[in-house]
């Protein structure tokens, strides 16, 4: 005999199944989610300190001790002596950096993380739309800081060249500006609030630069070789997070010099010749990080 809870169990289950077929019928697409088990959306766990102990594979074991961002007391009451002259130290630039130091600040943000001149308003579907940090350098700082950031985004400077401090300086405090010693010609006028401004620390391009890419820390100046704003920015994500997910990165096939390199312009891979930067070793460097799962690749075009 089939007790009364045992009836009431098959009920149900005839119930349900007769919803799950009225609405296979109606809606075709519920079916798969019905009648198979629907997989859960897969929710990468974040662990702590994951990326740091994946990228000590590649960085051996760099100190997180090292701070993100120049502070003044290190070159104010202390004399940090750097191995290395710029993109990869501050010898011989202490100087300036004192004074552009003096009038912005090194404090870090909770919350720590765009780079560049690389706009957000009217991308926000592909890049999102909360930039905590936006990495730049003179020549890239061709951006309203008002439209692409957010009020607390930190502008963090790259300095690649003593003049680039020169030129942070001559913007926040208003002194003659000085149209020589750049690429290409950085804005004379830039709306921004100085509080707002970091300076990234150089280890993280002499990092970048010696162990993603095996570059000679010395190198002659004419041709100095170094690693792209974008490689730069991985790195520093690798030692802030636990979690390192890379979007819109992929490089375009080297010797296909016709492909545009950035969302927003049609700026070729040919441009990139004579800059220093070396895009098939990037990415190299790039997949092994990728194999290695020490930063996942987030786009899907
Ligand atoms: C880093 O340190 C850990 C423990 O302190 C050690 O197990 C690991 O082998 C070290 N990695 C490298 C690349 O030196
Ligand atoms: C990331 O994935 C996209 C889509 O599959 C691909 O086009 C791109 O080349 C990948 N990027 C890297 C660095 O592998
Ligand atoms: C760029 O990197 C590739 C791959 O590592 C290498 O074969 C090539 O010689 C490098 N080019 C220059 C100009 O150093």
């Keep these: 005999m089939v007790s009364k809870s045992r009836w009431k169990l098959l009920a149900m289950l005839a119930l349900v199944l007769v919803v799950m077929v009225w609405y ?44 993100i961002f120049l502070r003044l007391e290190d070159y104010f009451w202390v004399k940090t002596p750097s191995a ?9 630039s202490e100087d300036l950096l004192l004074r552009v130091l003096a009038i912005t600040s090194s404090s870090i943000p909770k919350n720590i993380q765009r780079l560049n001149n690389a706009p957000v308003a009217g991308y926000e579907g592909d890049v999102g739309s909360k930039t905590t940090m936006r990495l730049f350098y003179p020549e890239s700082a ?44 950085p804005p004379l006028i830039w709306d921004v609030n100085p509080k707002q401004i970091r300076i990234l620390n150089p280890f993280f391009m002499e990092i970048a630069a010696d162990k993603l890419l095996s570059l000679p820390m010395q190198q002659p100046r004419k041709i100095k070789q170094k690693p792209t704003t974008g490689l730069l920015a991985i790195t520093l994500a690798l030692h802030l997070c636990d979690l390192v997910h890379i979007a819109g990165f992929g490089y375009p096939d080297a010797y296909n010099k016709k492909q545009t390199i950035h969302y927003y312009e049609q700026i070729t891979l040919k441009s990139m010749a004579g800059s220093g930067h070396n895009v098939s070793q990037e990415a190299l460097a790039i997949k092994r990080m990728l194999e290695m799962g020490a930063i996942k690749n987030l786009t899907s075009f």
């Design 84 to 92: 290395y002259e710029l993109p990869y130290g501050t010898k011989g």
């Design 142 to 185: 061709h951006f309203d800081p008002k439209v692409e950031n957010n009020p607390d985004t930190l502008l963090v400077l790259v300095a690649f060249k003593a003049m680039d401090f020169h030129w942070i300086e001559t913007i926040l405090s208003d002194k003659k500006r000085v149209r020589k010693g750049f690429w290409k010609q």
């Design 24 to 67: 296979s019928i109606s809606r075709e697409d519920r079916y798969i989610e019905l009648f198979y088990f629907p997989i859960p959306e897969k929710k990468e766990p974040c662990l702590q300190g994951e990326a740091e102990s994946k990228a000590s594979k590649l960085f051996g074991n760099y100190s997180r001790d090292q701070p």
